[in-house]
């Protein structure tokens, strides 16, 4: 077993789910302007990172939904699928839309960038987070 430092084994619990709200935070803030998909992604990588260093990397690839490569493929697939809403309406491929929702108490605005933005999101998640937890399996079988 790899010898890991008490303090960041109990701290990662905390912090961990901390970070993805963070992550989820910053994804929702930044979906109408540039890079919320990517720098929440990274904030995920990172909790995927300080998870696997703090309680091994099998634990970091099993928090992650559906696993690194699944997480990694279905948000390609779902930033592919967010413009095509664009060609029904005869306009050009990734031209986003916007609407509202109208919830009775209060209406939420929705786009085509949102669903963009999530796929980017699980992409960078799915691909980073697993070429990291990967990175530390491979140290920690070399320990």
Same mark, same amino acid.
């Given at each position: 077993?790899?010898?890991?430092? +008490?303090? =960041?084994? #109990?701290?990662?619990?905390?912090?961990?789910?901390? $970070?993805? =709200?963070?992550?989820?935070?910053? +994804? =929702?803030?930044?979906?109408?302007?540039? %890079?919320?998909?990517?720098?929440? &992604? $990274?904030?995920? #990588?990172?909790?995927?990172? @300080? =998870?696997?260093?703090?309680? %091994?990397?099998? #634990?970091?690839?099993?928090? $992650?939904?559906? &696993?690194? @490569?699944?997480?990694?493929?279905?948000?390609?697939?779902?930033?592919?699928?967010?413009?095509?809403?664009?060609?029904?309406?005869?306009?050009?491929? $990734?031209?986003?839309?916007? &609407?509202?929702?109208?919830? &009775?108490?209060?209406?939420?605005?929705?786009?085509?960038?949102?669903?963009?933005?999530?796929?980017?999101?699980?992409?960078?998640?799915?691909?980073?987070?697993?070429?990291?937890?990967?990175?530390?399996?491979?140290?920690?079988?070399?320990?």
């Amino acid at each position: 077993m790899t010898p890991r430092a +008490l303090i =960041l084994t #109990v701290a990662a619990r905390a912090i961990y789910p901390l $970070m993805l =709200l963070v992550s989820a935070w910053i +994804l =929702l803030r930044g979906h109408n302007e540039p %890079g919320g998909g990517f720098i929440g &992604g $990274m904030v995920a #990588v990172s909790a995927t990172a @300080m =998870l696997a260093v703090a309680h %091994g990397a099998d #634990v970091a690839m099993g928090r $992650m939904p559906g &696993g690194a @490569m699944r997480l990694a493929t279905a948000g390609v697939l779902l930033s592919l699928i967010s413009g095509l809403p664009a060609l029904f309406l005869g306009l050009p491929y $990734m031209t986003h839309l916007w &609407g509202t929702l109208p919830l &009775g108490f209060t209406d939420v605005d929705v786009s085509t960038v949102l669903l963009f933005d999530i796929g980017v999101f699980a992409a960078v998640w799915g691909a980073l987070g697993g070429v990291c937890a990967s990175a530390i399996a491979i140290d920690e079988a070399v320990r």
